[in-house]
């Protein structure tokens, strides 16, 4: 088993948050989510009339009722944050007992229309009688249970009326037995800007509810291993988790390509399994991953496996190069954020990404003694860096995302730009002025093609329009730039910190707060709308520690350690991160560093000077 084995504790609800009796509706489903909500009045049936059902607003467990013919008990508990793992209930009811269940990631929508793509997660169970417990055979992850218990249906109740009538009902316990991916070491951030530090908790746990035997985007609606949305979580790991397992299986499991080389966007699951469509800019994501763990472990023979298929990936591009050297038309569903970016025609944003796995193709295959692959990647880096300057305008000072029938449209987006600067297309002398506009708070807007900010989810009247073609422009494309959403959001700061502006970074990861309210302690979806623990969104966890701390592998496998803090307004600031060969360990506090590292030292300070340290403890000025 190349990864370790899931573990987790027993986890109790925060509160019991409702405890109410209400007349046994006419079931109109077998499915226990579906009778969750009619019982309750949730599904937009008319309520229980006024008068017929009893609530408790306080109550703790063990919960006590009467089993009564004709009426329903609903029993709610809320974990007070998302848990992940395997849903426990001891109850103590009559044979025949029916306990529905329903686990919701979200507290209940009065708005039946709002819910539609709400998980409709759950299960029964059928009491033995006396005392039992439920044991969930699968993993969920949740924050709210509904259980629902009655009699049971028609053909398991019995004919005892007597006894029913006088049954009681004991529900003494509701846990989770959390089922997650361990974290080892000694890892961790702090500053003196506490905010930050829940940021970075919260960036390590989203990634940890979304790491069972492979990264998946969410643990509620889909658990899938995308292969796009896994370089996130890889890159969190590689720096908060001593354990490197999952980081190296999201490189085995995603080399899983097509006949024609492309990967499929999911893995190990049904899409894979079905074919067809894919998103052709996740193959690219997943390039960038197999760079990033040899710059960390520094294994190249495990990089080496993975080169044919790096190769054929940038080779399936190659069918979409126009003249100019930039891709275009590319088939198949081009995603590369759920922000509105346009990818039609000419796109600078797929050329950007693309170029990017080229020059790390290049790195790879020059370590790996195959100069002729570097030097083919190398040409058509070039080439693309040439037919990227269509897209310039210079008097705005940034790169347009597309070129159609040979205009140049004039809609611009952070994940375009970025994009152009961590692939090196951008000429360097560029990207200060780039990195100015697209980060100007006047200018910044969010925008998503299928986002529904009113009901906090998916757009179905926008996902149509997007089927066929269409993108409704509702923003200022001559002056605003469409901010990327919280997953390209990693690229975006990639940019912002190969620019010198690390510092930004302590003011844009802030933004991630407006998911740490009501108890939540994840990241979600996107700005406004989505799951509220996905994996994608995890970046502040990664970027406080690489870009703001500045601790960065050097040379592959960190045989050098590259140190370049970025502080800005903070006075004090500290952490350490897994190495292969023992943690790297640096706390600054005003100009002063102290660092603490098994292996040699490029420390870069923030006037740009470098100088070279040998292994061990130095204090330092890094002004």
Not at 539 to 565: F, M, S
Request: charged share 20%; net charge negative.
């Amino acid at each position: 088993r190349g990864i370790s084995h899931l573990v987790g504790e027993r986890v109790s609800p925060a509160r019991v948050s409702a405890v109410s009796s209400h007349p046994a509706p006419a079931w109109s489903s077998d499915h226990p989510v579906p009778r969750v909500l009619q019982a309750v009045g949730q599904d937009g049936a008319a309520r229980p009339a006024a008068g017929t059902a009893t609530s408790t607003d306080a109550a703790e467990l063990p919960v006590r009722f009467p089993l009564e013919r004709g009426r329903v008990q609903h029993l709610a508990v809320d974990f007070g944050r998302i848990v992940v793992g395997f849903v426990e209930v001891d109850v103590d009811a009559p044979a025949g007992t029916a306990v529905e269940l329903h686990y919701r990631e979200k507290a209940l929508r009065a708005d039946p229309a709002a819910a539609q793509l709400d998980p409709a997660t759950g299960a029964r169970y059928v009491c033995a009688g006396g005392k039992g417990t439920f044991e969930a055979l699968e993993v969920n992850g949740l924050r709210h249970l509904h259980l629902v218990v009655h009699a049971g249906d028609a053909d398991q109740q019995g004919d005892d009326e007597v006894q029913v009538a006088e049954a009681e009902v004991t529900i003494s316990r509701v846990q989770v037995r959390e089922h997650l991916y361990p974290r080892t070491g000694g890892a961790y951030f702090t500053s003196s800007d506490p905010v930050l530090e829940i940021l970075y908790r919260a960036g390590v746990r989203t990634v940890q509810a979304n790491s069972l035997d492979a990264y998946t985007d969410c643990p509620t609606r889909e658990q899938r291993a995308w292969v796009g949305d896994g370089v996130v979580h890889q890159q969190v790991d590689l720096v908060t988790n001593a354990d490197w397992g999952l980081a190296a299986n999201f490189v085995e499991l995603g080399d899983s390509p097509r006949p024609d080389g492309i990967l499929p966007m999911v893995v190990a699951g049904e899409v894979e399994a079905g074919g067809g469509l894919t998103i052709p800019d996740w193959s690219l994501s997943w390039t960038h991953g197999v760079h990033v763990l040899h710059r960390h472990d520094g294994d190249l023979e495990r990089a080496r496996t993975h080169l044919p298929t790096v190769e054929r990936i940038l080779r399936w591009y190659t069918t979409y190069l126009d003249q100019r050297g930039t891709i275009a038309e590319v088939p198949e569903w081009n995603l590369v954020d759920w922000s509105s970016i346009h990818l039609s025609g000419r796109s600078a944003a797929l050329t950007g990404l693309w170029a990017r796995s080229l020059a790390e193709f290049a790195e790879l295959s020059e370590a790996a003694g195959n100069p002729g692959s570097a030097a083919w990647a190398r040409a058509l880096h070039a080439a693309a860096a040439d037919g990227l300057e269509d897209f310039w305008d210079e008097q705005r000072g940034v790169y347009v995302d597309h070129v159609v029938d040979g205009q140049r449209r004039p809609a611009v987006s952070q994940a375009t730009n970025a994009a152009v600067i961590v692939s090196g297309l951008a000429p360097r002398e560029r990207w200060a002025r780039i990195v100015e506009r697209i980060t100007d708070p006047e200018r910044v807007v969010v925008r998503s093609w299928i986002g529904d900010y009113d009901t906090a989810g998916y757009s179905f009247a926008k996902m149509a329009e997007q089927s066929r073609g269409v993108q409704r422009i509702d923003w200022d494309v001559e002056q605003q730039v469409v901010r990327a959403e919280p997953y390209f959001s990693h690229v975006v700061h990639d940019a912002v910190a190969a620019a010198g502006r690390g510092e930004l970074l302590i003011d844009l990861v802030r933004d991630w707060e407006q998911f740490l309210v009501e108890g939540y302690d994840t990241f979600g979806e996107c700005w406004g709308w989505g799951t509220p623990v996905h994996g994608w969104s995890s970046t502040p966890a990664r970027d406080l520690i690489t870009h703001v701390l500045g601790i960065t592998p050097d040379l592959p496998g960190y045989a050098r350690v590259r140190i370049a803090p970025r502080p800005g307004r903070l006075h004090e600031i500290a952490g350490a991160v897994p190495t292969p060969h023992g943690p790297v360990e640096v706390r600054i506090s005003g100009a002063g560093a102290r660092i603490d590292s098994p292996v040699p030292i490029l420390l870069v300070a923030q006037d740009g000077a470098e100088s070279e340290l040998p292994a061990g403890q130095h204090e330092v000025d890094v002004r």
